[in-house]
């Protein structure tokens, strides 16, 4: 399979724990963003890397939460103390500068979510 | 980024064509119109984008209004598997975050 991997797909965990999540992209995109999605809304702006440099952060990610792409493959993302408020999905996606066409393009592609319950 | 507005919901006839229709009235001309949609719990999928052509692949057809103010997505002999919320998001193709809004919820009746 060579589309976006994350892992776990479900993640249940106690408030006040850190849990970290993994995303592994396609291996030739060299964008990778993270979005979270709670019920009944569309998936919104976490975070924004371009291979190894995190370009952006939206204001939804909190110093509790740290995202990495160490060597611009895959990323973690860590959120510590984790509240009630935090229960979403997780989803990341990724894309490269060309897209299926082969003219510049920024379609991403996601990969199934994690789900996390803070309880 | 521009935003966008779709309705909330939609209801067609299974082998009928689904017309979803997604107006963005600021979108800038550098912005390109990306369609997905996310079928309940899985990840949103890519459907099409286009600039200011029309653009049909083995999914659907785009259709941008000349102004660029509107497109509608077209699912020409929808099915039950198309059931599913259809975001329309516009973007520049500069590795931009994507806004997706609330979508469409697509109910494909039998």
């Known amino acids: 399979d060579t589309g976006v991997s994350q892992d776990p797909r479900h993640k249940i965990t106690k408030r006040g724990q850190n849990v970290t999540f993994r995303c592994d992209p396609i291996s030739e995109h060299n964008r990778l963003y993270w979005y979270r999605q709670t019920l009944g809304q569309g998936p919104e702006f976490l975070t924004y890397f371009q291979n190894e440099a995190q370009l952006e952060k939206s204001r939804l990610l909190s110093d509790r939460f740290s995202a990495e792409r160490p060597k611009g493959s895959f990323s973690t993302l860590e959120i510590q103390r984790t509240e009630q408020g935090d229960s979403a999905m997780y989803l990341c996606?990724?894309?490269?500068?060309?897209?299926?066409?082969?003219?510049?393009?920024?379609?991403?592609?996601f990969g199934p979510g994690t789900r996390l319950t803070v309880l | 980024d521009a935003k966008t507005t779709q309705p909330t919901s939609m209801d067609c006839a299974e082998g009928r064509a689904a017309n979803l229709p997604c107006n963005h009235s600021?979108?800038?001309?550098?912005?390109?119109v990306y369609w997905y949609r996310q079928i309940h719990s899985q990840g949103p999928q890519y459907i099409i984008h286009?600039?200011?052509n029309n653009e049909t692949n083995e999914m659907a057809s785009l259709i941008i209004t000349e102004d660029r103010k509107s497109s509608t997505l077209i699912l020409p002999h929808a099915t039950l598997r198309d059931t599913a919320v259809y975001y329309c998001?516009?973007?520049?193709?500069?590795?931009?975050?994507?806004?997706f809004g609330t979508g469409t919820s697509l109910t494909v009746i039998p």
């Open positions: 600021t979108i800038s001309g550098n912005e390109y």
């Open positions: 996606a990724s894309s490269s500068r060309f897209g299926l066409a082969g003219g510049p393009s920024n379609e991403q592609f």
């Open positions: 998001i516009v973007s520049r193709v500069t590795g931009n975050q994507f806004y």
């Open positions: 286009g600039l200011k």
